[in-house]
């Protein structure tokens, strides 16, 4: 079965520090895709950053990095000089083919000034 | 290139009463997702559309639940009788079906309260 497990409900952080949102996942298949997602107080989801499981190197999106561990099965963003707009709702999720996203329960980051 | 939108934004009802959500994908999108977050909990799939068709829908989670997305373009999802229980966040997403990352774009989410 596919599964996303967050396991850090609540992460702080002060600006311009670096922050590691954990996530780790469990699936058979070889072919899979990860996601981040990040959900602000307004509500949207928006998308940051996608690895696939057959990409050799880590993905990297401006300030954030995806440090990509496929045989401990991890997929943990990594958020460089944290902003205070990065204070959000954030959403691991992996999707097999066209098919679903299956997403972790979250983690909610605050940065402090 | 307007991104996939969500009517209502809020909706608040009476257990027992109905409520459509509509959701209006990328235009060319015919992956077309609803998913669910309730409060505190995971988002979690609903059912997965390609063009007009039902492609998944494992993630319904009962007969009170109806989707329909008749053309291939917009999507409603009516629920009817409403209970407490479906009260949260009713997520649309679109993608394109060709290209590797596929990505889901999110619509900005209608939120419900069943009172």
């Known amino acids: 079965a596919q599964k996303i497990t967050q396991t850090q409900p609540g992460m702080f952080v002060q600006e311009k520090e670096a922050v590691t949102l954990d996530c780790t996942y469990d699936?058979?298949?070889?072919?899979?895709?990860l996601f981040w997602y990040k959900q602000p107080s307004s509500g949207e989801m928006i998308f940051l950053i996608y690895?696939?499981?057959?990409?050799?190197q880590n993905a990297t999106e401006g300030r954030y990095s995806l440090n990509f561990q496929k045989a401990r099965k991890s997929a943990n963003l990594v958020i460089s000089a944290s902003q205070l707009g990065d204070s959000a709702m954030y959403f691991c999720?992996?999707?097999?083919?066209?098919?679903?996203?299956?997403f972790g329960t979250g983690t909610r980051l605050l940065v402090s000034p | 290139e307007a991104g996939v939108t969500q009517f209502p934004s809020h909706s608040v009802i009476e257990k027992g009463q109905t409520v459509t959500l509509r959701c209006d994908p990328i235009?060319?999108?015919?992956?077309l997702y609803w998913y669910r977050r309730v409060m505190g909990k995971e988002i979690k799939f609903l059912l997965h559309?390609?063009?007009?068709?039902?492609?998944?829908e494992s993630g319904m989670p009962n007969n009170r639940f109806l989707a329909e997305r008749t053309g291939g373009t917009y999507s409603t999802l009516k629920v009817q009788p409403a209970e407490l229980e479906d009260s949260g966040v009713y997520f649309c997403?679109?993608?394109?079906?060709?290209?590797?990352?596929?990505?889901?774009?999110f619509g900005p989410g209608t939120r419900l309260t069943v009172t």
């Open positions: 559309f390609v063009k007009e068709s039902k492609q998944d």
């Open positions: 690895q696939g499981s057959y990409d050799q």
């Open positions: 699936t058979s298949d070889p072919s899979y895709g």
């Open positions: 997403a679109s993608s394109q079906v060709k290209g590797r990352l596929s990505e889901q774009y």
């Open positions: 235009s060319g999108h015919d992956n």
């Open positions: 999720a992996m999707r097999h083919g066209f098919q679903k996203l299956v």
